[in-house]
């Protein structure tokens, strides 16, 4: 049976390492974002970030007014 652990393969052949923000969440689509070894992982938070609020916002333009309100109270209605 073939062994996962057992098998490598020749660094040559293998991407350039990089480090990445595995943080996810299963409430967006957006992947974790991927640094350079010496770039600012707070820039790139920053970045991820904003492009999160943006895609937020893009949603909510699409929904229509009726939803949006349908959304509201089923939000103060779970408080109760």
């Known amino acids: 049976?073939?062994?996962?652990?057992?098998?490598?393969?020749?660094?040559?052949?293998?991407p350039p390492k990089k480090r990445g923000c595995d943080r996810?969440?299963?409430s967006?689509?957006?992947?974790?974002?991927?640094f350079k070894i010496g770039e600012s992982s707070r820039?790139?938070?920053l970045e991820r970030h904003k492009e999160q609020i943006k895609e937020i916002l893009n949603h909510l333009d699409e929904l229509?007014?009726?939803?949006i309100e349908n959304i509201e109270d089923n939000i103060e209605g779970l408080g109760k």
């Open 24 to 26: 996810s969440s299963s």
């Open 64 to 67: 229509s007014l009726n939803r």
């Open 43 to 45: 820039k790139t938070n």
């Open 1 to 14: 049976m073939f062994n996962p652990q057992k098998f490598s393969l020749p660094e040559k052949i293998l």
């Open 28 to 34: 967006t689509s957006a992947l974790p974002q991927e």
